[in-house]
Nanobody, 116 residues
């Protein structure tokens, strides 16, 4: 399975963006937990949010109340709606699928830049 992330861009602080992550295989997508991670320059990759196959989600504390993760299994696509963006949210955002085999599958990343 392959993942294709999109939707990044340049936005002013306080603005919004919606990221999308499309999977190449619908069956594998709908059976597995997907997540969004991010990596800022000079920092380690960190979890932003995850959503299970059944729709249960969890979030990093630093995005609670601002970001919403969702998925459309029929379209094999996951989303990350980001609001009230801050300059600290600037990072490359990666989508991830937690499969039994071959394990974690990563998309190519999409850059989000938030200007102050």
């Amino acid at each position: 399975v392959q993942l294709q992330a999109s939707g990044g861009g340049l936005v002013q602080a306080g603005g919004s963006l919606r990221l999308s992550c499309s999977a190449s295989m619908t069956t594998i997508f709908r059976m597995n937990t997907m997540g969004w991670y991010r990596q800022a320059p000079g920092k380690q990759r960190e979890l932003v949010a995850r959503i299970s196959a059944g729709g249960r989600s969890n979030y990093a504390d630093f995005v609670k109340g601002r970001f919403t993760i969702s998925r459309d299994n029929a379209k094999a696509t996951g989303y990350l709606q980001m609001t009230s963006l801050k300059p600290d949210d600037t990072a490359v955002y990666y989508c991830n699928l937690e499969t039994y085999t071959p394990g974690h599958v990563w998309g190519q990343g999409t850059l989000v830049t938030v200007s102050s």
